[in-house]
């Protein structure tokens, strides 16, 4: 990772760092024992900052470019050693590379429901999660307030810290934000920027910024989104009058397109029908005997809609028979995280019991013969 370069068997003469992982924010130059050379050559890549620190204090920080260290370039570390034009003595400095890429789709997510007043539902609890990136834009500030003496500083060190910011400011603004649970979901960009704008302040005093946040889901709790699909499906249905004769006209459809017997069905069907519309041969209608009456038939089930998590990023919804079909050409996979109405969160697609009918039975191995 680190570059070293002897000068007589004593000196460090090139300081340079080469990062091949994708989560190190911070790395610390290590000197084994040696002391840095007066003019010795400082390389800083682009994406990076060298930050000196002096005997515990934070001293010159060098962006990208090849640097001689000497005194016209380190002016803090300079005034910290009284350093005169002339010097020339090596010197003890702890440098610290830090990464200021980007590093991105870093994912937050709500631990407990937020309490939300909706004014059509009332109090509803909400979930939601997303992702984020972050940039290191202060290294000197990064150093001071979230890496210390750290020799070695990964995304996974800051990023617990940053989420709780998020998820605090997430939770006051879907709280606050008046917006109908059923609307939330066209207006999650806007709400993404608010979030954005209300943890800048806070991650701003860290050294760091945040160039891009998503809201991915907004969801609510298993009942409720059960109770939702029962009102959908009714509005569906619409007028079970319409719906009863609608059925009652397919039913004779079908029939008369049974070759074996079906035409007389139909066709007293038909005639039932004629009779009860104008009464016998004609006569005007017969009024309704409230005890023939039959019962409208229940409204049709709505088969279950699924959604697909993928990179980040949430896709469908699709029916089982989609589902099958992509577990067929291998689009999905056991592995594949799914989710539905009225289930508990994301879960694998071999660990849902309704899914078990689209990827194909392994029997058990055979027993042992004798």
């Not at 937050?108 to 309490?115: A, L, S, V």
């Amino acid at each position: 990772m680190a570059l070293f370069d002897f000068l007589s068997g004593q000196f460090i003469d090139v300081i340079a760092w080469t990062d091949d992982t994708r989560d190190t924010m911070v790395w610390r130059f290590e000197r084994y024992g040696n002391e840095i050379k007066y003019g010795a050559k400082l390389t800083v890549r682009e994406g990076q900052a060298a930050v000196f620190v002096h005997e515990g204090q934070l001293a010159d920080v060098f962006g990208p470019g090849l640097y001689e260290l000497q005194t016209n370039n380190m002016p803090i570390m300079t005034t910290l050693q009284h350093w005169t034009h002339g010097f020339q003595s090596p010197f003890k400095s702890e440098v610290y590379f830090v990464n200021s890429t980007r590093f991105n789709d870093q994912k937050w997510g709500t631990k407990n429901p937020i309490m939300c007043r909706d004014p059509e539902f009332g109090p509803v609890r909400l979930r939601a999660f997303g992702t984020y990136a972050m940039r290191v834009t202060e290294p000197g500030t990064f150093i001071k307030e979230i890496v210390g003496t750290d020799g070695e500083f990964t995304t996974d060190e800051v990023n617990n810290q940053v989420r709780n910011v998020v998820v605090q400011e997430v939770s006051r603004v879907l709280a606050g934000s008046g917006i109908p649970v059923l609307d939330m979901a066209a207006n999650t960009n806007d709400l993404a920027k608010i979030v954005a704008d209300a943890i800048k302040p806070t991650i701003t005093g860290y050294g760091l910024s945040i160039p891009e946040f998503y809201i991915e889901n907004i969801s609510l709790p298993e009942e409720v989104e059960r109770v939702l699909d029962k009102r959908t499906s009714m509005g569906i249905v619409g007028d079970l009058n319409r719906f009863t004769q609608f059925s009652a006209a397919e039913a004779m459809t079908t029939a008369a397109a049974n070759p074996s017997g079906g035409m007389g069905a139909g066709l007293g069907m038909g005639i039932g029908l004629g009779m009860g519309q104008a009464g016998p041969w004609g006569a005007p209608p017969a009024p309704a005997v409230a005890s023939q009456a039959v019962p409208p038939p229940p409204p049709p089930v709505a088969e279950p809609q699924w959604h697909i998590a993928e990179n980040g990023q949430t896709k469908g919804p699709f029916s089982a028979r989609d589902l099958q079909r992509m577990a067929q050409d291998g689009t999905l996979t056991r592995d594949t995280h799914v989710w539905t109405a009225g289930q508990e969160g994301w879960k694998r697609a071999g660990e849902v019991t309704a899914l078990a009918p689209v990827f194909p039975q392994v029997p058990p191995p055979p027993p042992l013969a004798g």
